[in-house]
């Protein structure tokens, strides 16, 4: 099945700890997208990145570090400097957006507890 | 004024009612209009795509644009308990900025059995 997988699915942090969140997809997508999401709040942009080792940042990327080695996996942490980390973290990949195509596919999600 | 904007709801309906979701906006430079459909604690299924304004229909949903008014619509027929869910409404540019998908807070749908 294609589509993109996000692990792990819960994770809880202790103050101080930077901590990686995994993503991956099958579907062949050029570009890649890390949101946040909190209660009552809609989803925002923390980085994106539309090739292979390029990235760039979104309206709130500070306290965050993204890496794209490869086109299926766009890794993100979150480091110790980000003030509000707890929420819900969602992967999302889409077509390049060159080619015209906007429509954004999104992962399961992970949460992230700061303790 | 906020970019995108989307009543929260909650929105309890019985089943079989029509359903109709909304939002605003106030950007003129979006083209890409889509509706994501989001179950507890999952991630965002994308529902519909349209580009520039008419309507699209998949099924028992129907997407509106009206771009005179900045007026995006879902409709949903002869709604199910399995509908339930938030929605959110999602819009963007065209050109080089066409990635940069702005979204409404969402709307949380109830549908009663």
């Known amino acids: 099945d294609g589509g993109i997988t996000q692990s792990p699915k819960y994770l809880f942090r202790k103050e101080g700890q930077n901590v990686t969140l995994s993503c991956e997809q099958n579907?062949?997508?050029?570009?890649m997208y890390w949101y946040r999401q909190d209660p009552g709040q809609g989803l925002r942009l923390i980085y994106y990145s539309q090739i292979v080792n390029d990235f760039q940042k979104g309206d709130i990327a500070e306290g965050y570090s993204v890496s794209r080695e490869k086109k299926e996996s766009f890794p993100l942490t979150v480091t110790s400097a980000q003030k509000n980390p707890t929420a819900f973290y969602l992967c999302?990949?889409?077509?390049?957006?060159?080619?015209?195509?906007?429509?954004?596919?999104f992962g399961p999600g992970t949460r992230l507890t700061v303790l | 004024q906020k970019e995108v904007e989307q009543d929260p709801g909650p929105l309890s309906v019985p089943e079989g009612a029509i359903v109709s979701l909304n939002c605003t906006y106030s950007n003129s430079a979006f083209q890409y209009f889509m509706w994501y459909r989001q179950y507890s604690r999952k991630g965002p299924e994308l529902l519909m795509y349209t580009y520039s304004s008419g309507n699209k229909e998949d099924g028992r949903f129907t997407a509106q644009v009206d771009k005179s008014s900045k007026y995006i619509s879902l409709f949903i027929r002869d709604s199910q308990p399995s509908d339930s869910a938030t929605y959110l409404c999602?819009?963007?540019?065209?050109?080089?900025?066409?990635?940069?998908?702005?979204f409404g807070k969402g709307t949380l749908l109830t549908v009663n059995p």
């Open positions: 999602a819009m963007s540019p065209s050109g080089g900025s066409n990635y940069k998908l702005t």
């Open positions: 999302a990949s889409s077509m390049l957006v060159g080619r015209g195509q906007s429509e954004q596919f």
């Open positions: 579907l062949n997508h050029d570009a």
